[in-house]
């Protein structure tokens, strides 16, 4: 073979390996910008996750403080309903004291006499009360509020006033001779009766639908 000829083949192999590299270098750009095509898109994805996580942080950070808040001023709102209560109660109190001193708590110690051996349920009853109120609560008097006893609660009773003494600003106890029911009518635990139910309701109102 003469040189022309060895030439012709070393021209056709780089010929060959042009056209080789050529195509190498046209699929390497092809896939180069399918990378890159990829890696943007998967940038722009991360973004708008880490945008959208952001403002799902921010918002649930933003629902937190203002629930605080809402819960902080209804903790003040109450507190400041508590010291009305406790106010309004301890004038009660006042006012339920001297009641004890006026000629109309006669009539208001029998109707929680009354009241009283209802809720125990008749029978044979005693009655405690005050040392200052025994002279209020003769035989007659005591024969009088049973039959008005044995009314409502529908069985035969009979009271007695105990000789035992109550520490209390007004009011009595009723309880059945054996002791095992009773009915606690002194001023003291109505009052604390009627606190309770009015904090539970000032709450109820004050925290409804708080979250």
Request: proline fraction near 1%; aromatic fraction near 2%.
């Amino acid at each position: 073979m003469g040189s022309e000829g060895a030439d012709k083949i070393v021209q056709e192999i780089v010929r060959v390996a042009d056209v080789q590299v050529t195509e190498i270098l046209q699929e390497a750009r092809i896939d180069a910008e399918a990378i890159r095509r990829d890696a943007e898109k998967k940038a722009e994805s991360e973004k708008q996750a880490i945008l959208v996580k952001g403002q799902q942080l921010a918002e649930r950070e933003r629902q937190r403080v203002l629930a605080d808040a809402k819960i902080r001023v209804k903790r003040e709102i109450f507190d400041v309903k508590e010291d009305l209560i406790k106010e309004a109660f301890g004038e009660a109190e006042k006012r339920l004291t001297r009641l004890a001193d006026t000629p109309e708590y006669s009539d208001i110690l029998g109707k929680l006499i009354v009241e009283s051996g209802a809720v125990v349920g008749g029978g044979s009853l005693e009655v405690l009360a005050r040392e200052q109120d025994k002279s209020l609560l003769p035989k007659d008097t005591l024969t009088g509020l049973s039959k008005k006893i044995s009314k409502t609660a529908k069985k035969k009773t009979t009271l007695s006033l105990s000789e035992k003494t109550i520490a209390t600003i007004g009011g009595v106890v009723v309880r059945s001779k054996d002791g095992t029911i009773e009915a606690d009518n002194t001023f003291e635990s109505r009052i604390s009766r009627l606190r309770s139910e009015l904090r539970f309701k000032v709450a109820e109102i004050l925290f409804e639908g708080a979250s």
